[in-house]
Each structure stands twice: as structure tokens, then as C-alpha cells.
Antibody, heavy 123, light 110 residues
Framework: QVQLQESGPGLVKPSQTLSLTCTVS??????????WNWIRQHPGKGLEWIGF???????YYNPSLKSRVTISLDTSKIHFSLKLTSVTAADTAVYYC???????????????WGQGTLVTVSS | QSVLTQPPSVSAAPGQKVTISCSGS????????VSWYQQFPGTAPKLLIY???KRPSGIPDRFSGSKSGTSATLGFTGLQTGDEADYFC???????????FGGGTKLTVL
């Protein structure tokens, strides 16, 4: 059973960088066929896809966030991380990591999710 | 404003049938597979339907999915109070080059 767990600060100051890590267990990031995603949910709102990374290190981002986002893979291939720069209150959300099926450059069918972590942007 | 349009809420009595719609365009639903997610308050979404109409292992056949043109539908039969949750549709949008989701529908079992 694949499990994902997000970790990182729950409070970030405006203009600073949000950094989160997702730890994968019960399965391998290096198994092909999957992209490893970050998805966020603003309070009381819908889901917003942030981007994904493949085990090769190739990453793809939502164009709406691309200028501020970096998703990277730890050399251990057990963790993958999210960095979001220049945050504002609009970045306050629950951040989830999730595994998605890989179809070419498309990630979909998110079958395993972390429990989510609330990140609040406030001074 | 979400790219995919869902009704904010639907309701039905226990044991009844209900459907949730997800409307998109040719750049998303019209040319890609749709997945559906169930989310209880304070928990992560759970994959309910993938590839328009397929159920992951462990998902009861009371849940069904379908797609026609630029719209998709999530169906429930034999509604249970435990089905009360938020439901989201999602797919890839070719024009936006991004995964897009609906705004979510709150299902109330009266």
C-alpha cells in the first residue's frame, strides 16, 4: 500500500518561500508509470494542480504558477519537494502530494494522496 | 472560477439515485478521460472513478461514471448517509496544459 506524507512549516511569511516535502513509502518513486504531484486546496474551495515530477527528475508545472514553483526529487528517491516563492495570502491552502498515472506528458487519476498540510501565509 | 462546471450541491433521500454533472469543453473533457474524487471534511480526496467510467478496487458498484461529448456524470444508486461528501471531477486541459478540476459538488443525503 503506497503512502504519502507531507511535511513542512505550517506558517510562512508573505514574500518568503513555501517549502514542503512529501515522503513516499510502501512503493517506489522510481517505478515507471507514475507522476508525483502537488495539488492544493484553498479553504472551502476546489482543487488546484501545481505540478508533477517524474522519477527521472523531469518536472512539469501549472503555467499559472510556473514562474514561482520548483518541484524536485531527493537523491534518495524517497522524497519529493515543493518550493513556492514570493508567497502571498492567496497561497494559503491545504497542500497535498499525490500519485498520478502517467500518460505521455499528462498526469491524471490521482490514486494515492497524502493527508494534506495546511500552510498559512501571514506575518 | 473553475474550468469545469459542477452544481454546488445536490441532494436526495437514502436509497435513491442521484447524478452529479461536470461540464467542460473540447479542450478538456471533450478530448481527455475524466476522473472523480470523493472528499470528506478534513480529509484528502479519494479516487472514485478513473478513465471516465472505471472504478478502482474497493469502490462499490453503486458508483458509476460516464462521459458524453464535453460533459461527464457521476452516478449514485442506493444512496447512503455515508455518501455525504464533496465530489470533484478532474481532467487534463489541452489548451491550458494543466490538470483542471471542477469546483466541487456537495452531496446531501436527506
Amino acid at each position: 500500500q503506497v503512502q504519502l506524507q507531507e511535511s513542512g512549516p505550517g506558517l510562512v511569511k508573505p514574500s518568503q518561500t513555501l517549502s514542503l516535502t512529501c515522503t513516499v513509502s510502501g512503493g517506489s518513486i522510481t517505478s515507471g508509470g507514475y507522476y508525483w504531484n502537488w495539488i492544493r486546496q484553498h479553504p472551502g474551495k476546489g482543487l488546484e494542480w501545481i505540478g508533477f515530477i517524474y522519477y527521472t527528475g523531469t518536472a512539469y508545472y501549472n503555467p499559472s504558477l510556473k514562474s514561482r514553483v520548483t518541484i524536485s526529487l531527493d537523491t534518495s528517491k524517497i522524497h519529493f519537494s515543493l518550493k513556492l516563492t514570493s508567497v502571498t495570502a492567496a497561497d494559503t491552502a491545504v497542500y497535498y502530494c499525490a500519485r498520478g498515472a502517467r500518460f505521455g506528458v499528462v498526469s491524471r487519476d490521482f490514486d494515492y494522496w497524502g493527508q494534506g498540510t495546511l500552510v498559512t501565509v501571514s506575518s | 472560477q473553475s474550468v469545469l462546471t459542477q452544481p454546488p450541491s445536490v441532494s436526495a433521500a437514502p436509497g435513491q439515485k442521484v447524478t452529479i454533472s461536470c461540464s467542460g469543453s473540447s479542450s478538456n473533457i471533450g478530448n481527455n478521460h475524466v476522473s472523480w474524487y470523493q472528499q470528506f471534511p478534513g480529509t484528502a480526496p479519494k479516487l472514485l472513478i478513473y478513465d471516465n467510467d472505471k472504478r478502482p478496487s474497493g469502490i462499490p458498484d453503486r458508483f458509476s461514471g460516464s462521459k458524453s461529448g464535453t460533459s461527464a456524470t457521476l452516478g449514485f444508486t442506493g444512496l447512503q448517509t455515508g455518501d455525504e461528501a464533496d465530489y470533484f471531477c478532474g481532467t487534463w486541459d489541452i489548451s491550458l496544459s494543466a490538470v483542471v478540476f471542477g469546483g466541487g459538488t456537495k452531496l446531501t443525503v436527506l
